[in-house]
């Protein structure tokens, strides 16, 4: 064991409470970081409308799980679609391409992204949210340059538009 490691702290965070940030047009909430976890593990919570998603694209950094609670969300994760309700489990390693689309009306996801720092993407390209709903839709999508070149930052690579390919 390294002495020197940073020590993970007890991380109990309530249903509203964590940090709320509007982010490529979904709701999401910090529920733990890197911070808190010495690095280990970053726990987002999602909430999108219909047709909210990522961009198709591949993270070199860290593995990322998704735990559908609300809604539907269909997800493209190695060249193969999963249709997750309520319930279902999705893990995308690192490396494998993927991306994922709100199908319901809207839906509620928790992403794990391990080891953290995903998180700390999101907060960059993130705004602080004035209320915790879904965003309003954006007056222009993001300059997708730009996008491509803060994600590149954080060890992610946008190979492709959001939504399912076909």
Known sequence: MNPHAAAARPVTVQAEEGEALWFLGFLVTMKADGEATAGRVAVIDNLGPRGAGSPLHVHRNEDEWFWVTEGEVTFWVG?????????????????????????????RFLLVAEPAGFERFVAEVGEPATTRTIPPPPDAPPDPGQLVAL?????????????IPS
Not at 80 to 103: C, K, M, N, S
Not at 151 to 163: F, K, S, T, V
Request: cysteine-free; aromatic content about 12%; glycine content about 16%.
């Open 151 to 163: 994600a590149a930052r954080y060890g992610i690579e946008i190979i492709g538009p959001p939504g």
């Open 79 to 107: 060249g193969q679609t999963f249709v997750a309700g309520p319930g279902a489990f999705v893990y995308g390693p690192r490396d494998v391409p993927h991306t994922f689309e709100v199908t319901s009306e809207q839906a």
